[in-house]
């Protein structure tokens, strides 16, 4: 399932070349694979962790199910700031009065984290909800997902000015259809396997794939955390010196 959730020509060259995973890029994945295990191990009773489940076009592990409550749970490490999307903070600018230094006494304009803004979990819900499928198929009741959201680089002053103030969030997912899910994720198959039965490189990465959000730095995903990117001719033309 990680494949077809990553965009096609990412994933097409991922397959198709052969390339190596900077060691200091793994540390993240690192901490969120061993704690997976942690959690393995400790799973209460009544609960399902780890399962494996495949259909025609995928195959998905769920990471712990509540039997008795029909919850469906995801363990997810992120940084604050993608926390911070992710329960609905957003940004505005306010005037603040400086209470010390030279400029005592002046006001300043300066950006602050509120809630109340749109929750950022779409490509989550793409996952769970279609793990949700799976499960349905298998027997398995989902009355309701969760996700407890780890920040993985501890309450600091970073995450504070993003507006985290705790080491975890549980953050509640709404399924989307079934009907629609179904529909994307064969979409994605048909895409992945078109490209790679004709060999012919799929369009270039979405700006939202790219993280093309930042007007001083964009394409940030493209440029430091695309393992593929040599062999990206949209890379090369930009970055690739």
């Known amino acids: 399932m990680t494949q077809l959730l990553k965009p096609t020509r990412q994933t097409f060259l991922e397959i198709t ?5 900077s060691p200091m890029n793994g540390i993240a994945a690192m901490i969120g694979t061993n704690s997976h295990k942690a959690f393995e191990d400790n799973v209460p009773n009544n609960w399902m962790a780890e399962v494996r489940l495949e259909n025609n076009i995928v195959s998905g592990q769920f990471d712990a199910y509540d039997c008795k409550n029909g919850i469906l749970w995801d363990w997810k490490f992120f940084g604050a700031y993608r926390i911070a999307r992710a329960i609905g903070m957003t940004s505005k600018w306010q005037k603040r009065v400086i209470k010390r ?3 005592k006494g002046k006001e300043k304009w300066e950006q602050v984290f509120v809630s109340g803004g749109v929750r950022d979990v779409m490509d989550i819900a793409k996952q769970l909800s279609y793990y949700k499928v799976l499960m349905e198929d298998n027997g398995l009741t989902v009355n309701a997902i969760n996700v407890n959201m780890f920040v993985r680089g501890g309450i600091d002053a970073t995450a504070k000015k993003y507006g985290i103030t705790q080491a975890g969030y549980i953050v509640p997912i709404y399924p989307i259809s079934r009907r629609w899910v179904e529909r994307y994720f064969q979409h994605k198959h048909r895409l992945l396997m078109e490209a790679l039965e004709n060999n012919v490189l799929p369009p270039v990465c979405s700006k939202k794939d790219r993280w093309d959000s930042s007007k001083s730095y ?4 493209c440029r ?7 062999f990206c001719d949209y890379y090369m033309e930009r970055y690739g010196e």
Request: hydrophobic share 25%; aromatic share 16%.
């Open 101 to 103: 230094g030279k400029d």
């Open 218 to 221: 964009p394409d940030r995903k």
């Open 224 to 230: 430091d955390w695309c393992a593929v990117n040599m």
């Open 17 to 21: 070349k052969e390339y190596y995973i």
